[in-house]
């Protein structure tokens, strides 16, 4: 079978029979992304792309290997595919131009891959892996999700700039984009089930403003835990209209009396939330009239005990009311466990290392979170399926364990005869496994590092400016 290229470009007269063998076989990816749901999805969203190597399914396999990989660039994603067309005999004798790839074509297939494709898989896969574990022992057994937000910046072009602008506390030229991201995960299995974005600034672009337009990801018979940012009137209101309890950490600013209320046991009592007067800028005035004019709410005070805790007492507000069936102790437990959403945003950020991205629009900066979103998922789906095979949690098992592992295996699942997949998909979930997370309980550490950064000097003015100085005086000061 030859593989043709054109002028040192990938794209142009491609042989079929070496798309059908990436198709078939999946690079080595196949038991993490199934081509049949990839083809569900393309079907839905009716996906079509011209006829070349880089089809829907191949592009969003490279993809996926790219923000699973180390080094993430797009030269490593084709030298990858190439490597796996050679080693099954689908590339002729390499040439000058197949020596060095272009990453011209895979670079357009990518931005012809349609956002809500990729959305839409991510999306499917965090609610598969959510159904299939859906709660614990926690809170009787209800199905907890969380919400928590965090922040990623970008290339600085005027293009990302425009549609997310850098923080204002920066001076032009000397910052870069950042863009805000508010996520509801499973507590349990730790999928991300949506996503919200937006810019790091501005009226309507707080986490509260992104919360809202996520609603449609709860479920009736919820309960939803979160930090003081989101513990509102209006978001406890809008949340009972669809059936989803909620347990946040009480808001600094509103005044607390245990004096008052109906009292449930030692700091722990029932009061009445009235609405506000005065209608939010953002709420119109016909949801203003729907909004309840009181809601009825348990606020219990905690006692943090443990040495090493920033917080010493926190106050948790709650629709959850009766006192039987969720306790202090229970709902102290619960908002404990909120904990998780922060170590998982980092593993998205730190260990797949989206935190700084790398794509230099908009829409592909939106493509590349999600992706990152949907290896995540699909890198927690293994992790169950390995926790279960074992008889254990799924958040005992590693993250960046896993990362590793499957990294490790995937050139030996691209080699492998199909027929032995299901083989080494079964010992790499045995080896996923093995990789737990250690029993650190009530275990704190100084928020500082140890190892410091080379001393280099700070670019204090636009790049331009001082390379212009650089250019006169043969020495910028940055």
């Not at 063998?21 to 990816?29: F, M, P, S, T």
């Not at 002729?92 to 020596?99: G, I, M």
């Not at 202090?328 to 935190?355: G, N, P, Y």
């Amino acid at each position: 079978m030859a593989f043709h290229g054109s002028h040192g470009r990938l794209g142009g007269k491609v042989d079929r029979a070496a798309v059908r063998l990436v198709e078939n076989n999946g690079a080595g990816l196949r038991e993490l992304l199934p081509a049949t749901i990839v083809q569900r999805a393309v079907d839905a969203e009716e996906v079509r792309f011209r006829d070349s190597l880089f089809t829907p399914l191949v592009t969003l396999w490279l993809f996926l290997a790219q923000v699973l990989s180390h080094d993430g660039s797009c030269r490593e994603a084709v030298a990858r595919l190439l490597a796996f067309l050679s080693a099954r005999g689908a590339v002729a004798q390499p040439d000058a131009d197949l020596a060095n790839p272009q990453t011209g074509p895979y670079c357009k297939a990518r931005k012809r891959l349609p956002e809500r494709l990729v959305s839409r898989l991510a999306r499917e896969t965090g609610q598969q892996l959510h159904d299939r574990y859906p709660s614990g022992m926690l809170l009787g057994g209800r199905k907890v999700k969380v919400v928590d937000g965090t922040h990623c910046s970008m290339p600085d072009t005027p293009e990302n700039q425009k549609q997310w602008p850098q923080a204002g506390t920066q001076k032009p030229g000397l910052g870069f984009p950042l863009v805000r991201l508010v996520a509801v995960m499973s507590l349990h299995c730790a999928a991300v089930l949506d996503l919200a974005m937006g810019p790091y600034k501005g009226k309507r672009t707080g986490e509260p403003a992104l919360l809202r337009t996520l609603l449609q990801s709860l479920e009736s018979g919820d309960v939803l835990l979160a930090d003081r940012y989101f513990a509102s009137f209006w978001m406890i209101a809008s949340l009972l209209a669809i059936g989803v309890d909620s347990l946040f950490r009480q808001h600094q600013l509103r005044k607390i009396d245990f004096r008052s209320g109906r009292r449930l046991g030692g700091d722990d009592h029932v009061i009445v939330m009235k609405k506000p007067a005065q209608r939010p800028d953002w709420m119109s005035k016909a949801a203003y009239a729907r909004m309840p004019e009181e809601l009825t709410v348990r606020e219990v005070r905690i006692q943090v005990v443990q040495k090493g805790f920033r917080v010493r007492t926190l106050v948790l507000v709650t629709t959850l009311l009766d006192v039987q069936l969720y306790n202090k102790q229970e709902l102290a437990r619960a908002f404990r466990l909120r904990w998780h959403v922060e170590l998982d945003l980092r593993a998205i950020k730190q260990t797949m290392k989206m935190s700084i991205l790398r794509c230099k629009t908009p829409a592909m900066v939106r493509k590349e979170i999600w992706m990152h979103l949907l290896a995540y998922n699909l890198i927690r789906t293994l992790m169950a399926q390995a926790a279960e095979l074992a008889g254990v949690d799924p958040r005992e098992v590693s993250f960046a364990g896993t990362v590793q592992t499957v990294n490790a295996f995937a050139p030996m699942l691209e080699l492998a005869d199909p027929v032995d997949a299901p083989k080494l998909l079964e010992i790499l979930l045995r080896i996923i496994a093995r990789h737990r997370v250690g029993n650190r309980p009530n275990r704190y550490e100084p928020r500082a590092v140890k190892r410091r950064a080379k001393p280099i000097a700070l670019l204090m003015i636009p790049r331009q400016e001082a390379k212009r100085r650089l250019a006169k005086s043969g020495a910028a000061k940055c």
